[in-house]
């Protein structure tokens, strides 16, 4: 089976982190030839060059829609004969198209990792129409797309436990940061629009004026200036902020709660990593009661929803797992058992190559 994979970039993401794991299965099995696609060189999985899959860089030069490549993504995939292309992302979907009609080539369409509804992407019906199979990663996301469901289906993100065998210890990671409070709370998410820090931090602030016993993580990169200034200088050691880190498991590990809120008027989530990678470590997880949370998050059992843009709710939510040791860690154990069953890295390759296989017969 020859498989033409095609994404932007591989950055730091989920998606992304996706991508490199269904890879390196797929390369590791040795019944599948792969070849990779992207249309900016930015590459931060550097374990995907010990992979020996062929990488071309078609990058956009002059334009941000850029009708070259059209034909440099047909040059590839007709010198590399694949039998299905597997498309990252809706550009990229539309450059491939042309590709798909005039080689027959069956096409998966990936495109949909969030659950935000945009009626504004470009040809998104042309291109649904084209698309063999259109995956998403939550059933939000193909609601929220409007997805023709007779051709659609849904994989959910898989984790791989390999990731958490080489994490840190809890006394190096505490002294790396500066950690000295009994309890840690951690968000990992950029700095950007979608993602809501003013209701964590918020939330942070309020509980700190009653005690100062838990210190709050921020982790992720982007421009988080206007964030530190909402701290007062007498909590700023209570608040850290991290920046980007790229052994962050091992960040969360330290962590008694891990949260994600979500800014709903630009974003829905789609299965979050970060809430996965908190759930593998034991932790319950509090976040937004929107998009692909719902799927992910059981209500009491591993975790809290909570309403968009609650500081209070999130700060009540923290706190009584904080004080309710017990029920912090039956949840904890609960979202570790979800994860093994439900969100699996073996379960994720096996329903992808049961897509191929329905696809090439």
Same mark, same amino acid.
């Not at 990252?88 to 495109?111: C, D, F, I, Q, S």
């Not at 469901?149 to 994490?167: A, C, P, W």
């Not at 809501?196 to 509980?207: R, W």
């Not at 500081?311 to 979800?338: C, F, S, W």
């Given at each position: 089976?020859?498989?033409?994979?095609?994404?932007?970039?591989? %950055?730091?993401?989920?998606?992304? *982190? %996706?991508?490199?794991?269904?890879?390196?299965?797929?390369?590791?099995?040795?019944?599948?030839?792969?070849? =990779?696609?992207?249309?900016? #060189? =930015?590459?931060?999985?550097?374990?995907?060059?010990?992979?020996?899959?062929?990488?071309?860089?078609?990058? *956009?030069?002059?334009?941000?829609?850029?009708? *070259?490549?059209?034909?440099?993504?047909?040059?590839?995939?007709?010198?590399?004969?694949? +039998?299905?292309?597997?498309?990252?992302?809706?550009?990229?979907?539309?450059?491939?198209?042309?590709?798909?009609?005039?080689?027959?080539?069956?096409?998966? #369409?990936?495109?949909?990792?969030?659950?935000?509804?945009?009626?504004?992407?470009?040809?998104? #019906?042309?291109?649904?129409?084209?698309?063999?199979?259109?995956?998403? #990663?939550?059933?939000?996301?193909?609601?929220?797309?409007?997805?023709?469901?007779?051709?659609?289906?849904?994989?959910?993100?898989?984790?791989?436990?390999?990731?958490?065998?080489?994490?840190?210890?809890?006394?190096?990671?505490?002294?790396?940061?500066?950690?000295?409070?009994?309890?840690?709370?951690?968000?990992?998410?950029?700095?950007?629009?979608?993602?809501?820090?003013?209701?964590?931090?918020?939330?942070?602030?309020?509980?700190?004026?009653?005690?100062?016993?838990?210190?709050?993580?921020?982790?992720?990169?982007?421009? +988080?200036?206007?964030?530190?200034?909402?701290?007062?200088?007498?909590?700023?050691?209570?608040?850290?902020?991290?920046?980007?880190?790229?052994?962050?498991?091992?960040?969360?590990?330290?962590?008694?709660?891990?949260?994600?809120?979500?800014?709903?008027?630009?974003?829905?989530?789609?299965?979050?990593?970060?809430?996965?990678?908190?759930?593998?470590?034991?932790?319950?997880?509090?976040?937004?009661?929107?998009?692909?949370?719902?799927?992910?998050?059981?209500?009491?059992?591993?975790?809290?929803?909570?309403?968009?843009?609650?500081?209070?709710?999130?700060?009540?939510?923290?706190?009584?797992?904080?004080?309710?040791?017990?029920?912090?860690?039956?949840?904890?154990?609960?979202?570790?058992?979800?994860?093994?069953?439900?969100?699996?890295?073996?379960?994720?390759? %096996?329903?992808?190559?049961?897509?191929?296989?329905?696809?090439?017969?």
């Amino acid at each position: 089976m020859r498989i033409l994979f095609f994404t932007e970039n591989l %950055r730091a993401g989920g998606k992304e *982190r %996706r991508i490199i794991e269904l890879l390196k299965n797929l390369k590791s099995s040795g019944d599948v030839e792969i070849e =990779l696609v992207l249309t900016k #060189n =930015l590459i931060h999985y550097e374990e995907i060059y010990g992979l020996n899959i062929p990488i071309h860089i078609i990058e *956009r030069k002059f334009l941000k829609k850029d009708p *070259r490549l059209f034909f440099k993504f047909f040059k590839i995939a007709k010198a590399f004969k694949p +039998d299905i292309i597997h498309v990252w992302g809706h550009m990229v979907a539309v450059y491939a198209v042309p590709t798909k009609l005039l080689l027959g080539v069956p096409l998966v #369409n990936n495109e949909i990792v969030d659950s935000t509804q945009n009626t504004r992407l470009i040809g998104k #019906n042309i291109v649904f129409t084209v698309s063999d199979r259109i995956i998403a #990663n939550t059933y939000a996301g193909l609601k929220a797309y409007d997805a023709p469901m007779e051709k659609s289906g849904v994989i959910y993100n898989g984790f791989s436990f390999d990731r958490l065998k080489h994490i840190g210890t809890a006394e190096e990671v505490r002294e790396r940061f500066g950690v000295k409070s009994p309890f840690v709370v951690g968000m990992v998410a950029s700095f950007l629009n979608y993602k809501d820090y003013a209701t964590y931090i918020k939330a942070a602030l309020m509980i700190l004026k009653n005690r100062r016993d838990i210190s709050f993580l921020c982790i992720g990169d982007g421009d +988080d200036s206007e964030y530190k200034k909402m701290v007062p200088d007498d909590l700023k050691s209570n608040v850290l902020f991290l920046g980007r880190q790229s052994k962050v498991e091992s960040i969360m590990n330290i962590c008694d709660i891990g949260v994600l809120t979500t800014n709903i008027n630009f974003h829905g989530e789609g299965i979050s990593n970060a809430l996965m990678e908190f759930m593998s470590l034991g932790k319950p997880a509090i976040t937004t009661n929107f998009g692909g949370s719902v799927e992910l998050i059981d209500e009491d059992e591993t975790g809290f929803l909570i309403e968009a843009f609650n500081p209070a709710q999130l700060a009540e939510k923290i706190t009584y797992l904080i004080d309710h040791e017990q029920e912090r860690h039956r949840m904890g154990q609960n979202a570790h058992r979800v994860v093994e069953k439900k969100f699996s890295l073996d379960n994720m390759v %096996r329903l992808f190559r049961e897509e191929y296989a329905n696809l090439l017969k």
